[in-house]
């Protein structure tokens, strides 16, 4: 038994040396300083040990394998040369496992991630466990770095250049399924058998055996990228597709293309070298620093309820769903794909349910084409929905969540039937986007179970939840509604119930403006095309018609008539409305949609909305008024206790409708920029356009006491 910290082992009797790897009151195990100590020491004692021929290597947690580098170590790092030599160090110790002459086997249960992967990757063979738990990725560039530990120079090798790039470009993380059929993993068993299949494949490795790989994707795969022209097409698509999608705001993905690049056409040592000296480079951007702030941000939003010593939330394992359109349908699905539970959907006549039905199956469907489920889970997924024109099955869910027609006696008549069938502490959770909570819950009999959950559109696919408590909700019911929304995997924010709450409240203005900036004569394209360069997914009219123009409409009009002039509608988007052009959903909007697919500008809409696109204020002007008016509503949002922290508006910002990331959010862009510095321009900017840009007293403050959102 060798001592450390985090590794132990013993040798069983066939000369298998069994090392367990668990880190002590840590909720993971994670590569530290320490444990890299300690990972080296067991290695030398194992490889000086006679009676040692072969090594099975676990983790100790019951639900982790490596969940990569310590993170927390690698941002406390200062100079790029400080950072390249940590990439360095771990390359050189996972370069004595590849080479040591006692062979391992890895037994991987629960997340193998970055470093984690990158040290499976080092041993001689990967047994997985097909437990939906365990997930292989390297997720780097998802914090601004790249795989620094050899896994720009192993994972190519392994399984080819394409797929390699595919996973570490966009920092993938992929089911156990998955890398198994992509070559990364050996041999995929049942979670009872794989400690077994694990020592079984070390005993034959001690015996001198060793496994034969075939050349990733066979002779295709040769054709593809296993030659030098076909490499450097590959290299060249995947170069075209990152600066495609990052538009140069993020540099890690095109700085891991280079290190595995420079690797495959200089050789692994060569390869190792430049993947360290771009490690060293990324780890001390800015960028970095902003994205793995947001990794714990999220990972603390993970844990918090949103409200001072939360009860713990009741378990729901059957869910109501009253309104079959496209947001109900949405819930359904996503509840069940992600969670598992029982769902029933009730609409006003069979044809809404049946319709209903059917896009809350096309989300199971999706799944199972894309092979994130087996066809056997889909079939039993597929059979937890169900649907009625009338409320049976209600009586035994614990939460029902509403998305009818957007109207206060609309709702309020499905909250007096849904309260008058299900159990009195079944919670209630309206899906609204423009009425307030307290407003709904006044027709209540049990207003304490009522409560906001504002999901976004596409609901399989947008990350986050507004969970929005009115003065009267229970503890519990907030609780619930936080943890199912965490089941259906997003990520929730409780925010207060105010117009528009949090999300709408800071992009309304930022819409609006978009609209002045139209009328005033900036093409539409242009608009889009500096917000994307700014770093936003789509621009801001792209998102006016994927929203649709009618509920935005609404959303303004509630907006106008909360906080006054500011949010004033821009009248030219009135003639969208009447004119019928809603955006996507009905195939024409600002754009034109065909096929499902965005087309050119429909030019016939400056007519209408009697605009002349003719240049208006010049780029730099544009980006600041759209961003700063953003900002401004932001910053007066934390003042009005809108959302809990800084923290909570920054990923709501950002996984509700994809503020740039690598800014950090609003309120850390703001922190950036400066209080004083953002006040002096919107000054500037009211007394140019007009009031909506004053100044709010938060920044104000800030800039007289020299403050930020994220001291
Ligand atoms: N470093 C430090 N802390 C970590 C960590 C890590 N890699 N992973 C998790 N934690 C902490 C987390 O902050 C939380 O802390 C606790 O563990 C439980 O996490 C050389 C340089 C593994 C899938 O990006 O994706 O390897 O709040 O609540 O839901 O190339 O955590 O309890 O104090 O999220 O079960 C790459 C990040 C590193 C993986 C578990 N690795 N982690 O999810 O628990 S860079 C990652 C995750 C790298 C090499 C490079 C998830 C998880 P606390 P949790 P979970």
């Known amino acids: 038994m060798a001592p450390g910290a985090a590794l132990t082992w013993e040798l069983a009797d066939d000369g298998v040396a069994v090392v367990t790897f668990d880190l002590k009151n840590e909720p993971v195990n994670k590569i530290s300083a320490a444990v890299k100590q300690d990972l080296l020491a067991t290695f030398e004692a194992l490889e000086h040990d006679t009676a040692v021929r072969a090594v099975a290597f676990f983790s100790g947690k019951p639900e982790n394998f490596i969940a990569g580098a310590d993170i927390e170590e690698f941002v406390r790092l200062t100079t790029a040369a400080e950072a390249e030599r940590l990439s360095a160090e771990g390359q050189e110790l996972l370069g004595r496992v590849a080479r040591s002459p006692k062979p391992l086997a890895v037994g991987i249960h629960g997340a193998c991630l970055g470093g984690g992967l990158e040290f499976a990757l080092a041993c001689g063979y990967r047994v997985a466990s097909d437990h939906p738990r365990t997930q292989l990725g390297l997720p780097e560039v998802q914090l601004g770095i790249l795989p620094g530990a050899g896994g720009c120079q192993r994972l190519p090798r ?195 349910v049946a319709k209903g039905l059917a896009a809350a199956r096309e989300i199971l469907d999706d799944r199972l084409k894309r092979r994130r489920i087996t066809p056997y889970e889909h079939a039993r997924l597929i059979a937890l929905l169900s649907g009625s024109d009338h409320y049976t099955g209600f009586g035994r869910a614990e939460l029902v969540i509403e998305a009818v027609f957007e109207d206060l006696q609309v709702k309020q008549q499905v909250l007096h039937e849904v309260e008058t069938v299900t159990a009195p502490d079944a919670v209630f959770a309206s899906n609204t986007s423009t009425i307030l909570i307290h407003r709904i819950a006044e027709a209540a009999s049990r207003p304490e179970q009522v409560i906001g959950m504002h999901f976004f559109s596409p609901v399989a696919r947008m990350p986050l939840l507004e969970v929005i ?97 500011r949010f004033a509608p821009v009248p030219a988007f009135a003639g969208m409305v009447k004119s019928g052009r809603l955006g996507r959903k009905v195939g024409k909007g600002f754009y034109q949609y065909a096929g499902g697919k965005k087309r050119s500008v429909d030019s016939a809409v400056y007519e209408l909305i009697g605009a002349h696109p003719n240049g208006g204020p010049r780029p730099a002007e544009i980006i600041q008024r759209l961003v700063l008016v953003m900002l401004n509503e932001a910053a ?76």
């Open 469 to 565: 408590p009115s003065g009267r909700t229970a503890p519990q019911v907030v609780s619930t509604a936080v943890g199912f929304g965490r089941r259906m995997g997003k990520t929730a924010i409780v925010v207060k119930d105010s117009p528009g709450f949090w999300i709408n409240r800071i992009l309304t203005p930022y819409m609006n403006e978009a609209g002045h900036l139209l009328v005033e004569g900036v093409a539409i394209e242009e608009i889009d095309r500096l917000m994307v360069e700014f770093g936003f997914p789509v621009g801001p009219i792209t998102l006016m018609d994927e929203v649709g123009m009618d509920v935005g409409e609404k959303v303004v009009g509630v907006m106008h008539e909360a906080f006054g002039e």
């Open 158 to 352: 392994l399984i080819g250049a394409r797929a390699a790039l595919d996973i570490i470009l966009a920092g993938k993380v992929e089911s156990a399924r998955k890398a198994f059929r992509l070559g990364i993993v050996d041999e995929l068993v049942h979670p009872a058998i794989l400690r077994d299949v694990t020592m079984a494949a070390a005993q034959r490795m001690a015996g001198g055996w060793r496994p034969r790989r075939k050349r990733p994707g066979g002779f295709r795969g040769w054709l593809l990228d296993g030659n030098p022209l076909g490499r450097r097409l590959v290299f060249r698509a995947a170069r075209k597709q990152v600066l495609g999608q990052t538009h140069g705001n993020y540099p890690a993905p095109l700085a891991a293309l280079e290190a595995v690049e420079h690797g495959l056409r200089h050789g692994m040592t060569a390869g190792l070298k430049r993947e360290a000296q771009l490690f060293g480079q990324l780890a001390v951007t800015d960028v970095s620093r902003k994205l793995v702030q947001i990794f714990f941000a999220t990972t603390a939003l993970k844990k918090d309820f949103g409200i001072p010593n939360p009860p713990p939330p009741t378990v729901v394992s059957r869910l109501g769903v009253v309104g079959a359109g496209f947001m109900g349908s949405g819930i359904a699905g996503t509840a069940i794909a992600q969670a598992a539970v029982d769902v029933r959907i009730k609409d006003a006549d069979l044809p809404r």
């Open 636 to 711: 007066r949002g934390v003042g009005e206790g809108i959302v809990r922290s800084p923290r909570d508006g920054d990923v709501g910002a950002i996984f509700g409708f994809g503020f740039p990331a690598f800014r950090g959010g609003p309120l850390r862009h703001a922190d950036d920029l400066g209080a004083a510095r953002i006040v002096s321009e919107l000054e500037r900017l009211a007394e140019r356009y007009g009031a909506r840009f004053a100044p709010c007293d938060v920044l104000r403050e800030q800039a007289q006491r020299n403050a930020k959102f994220h001291p």
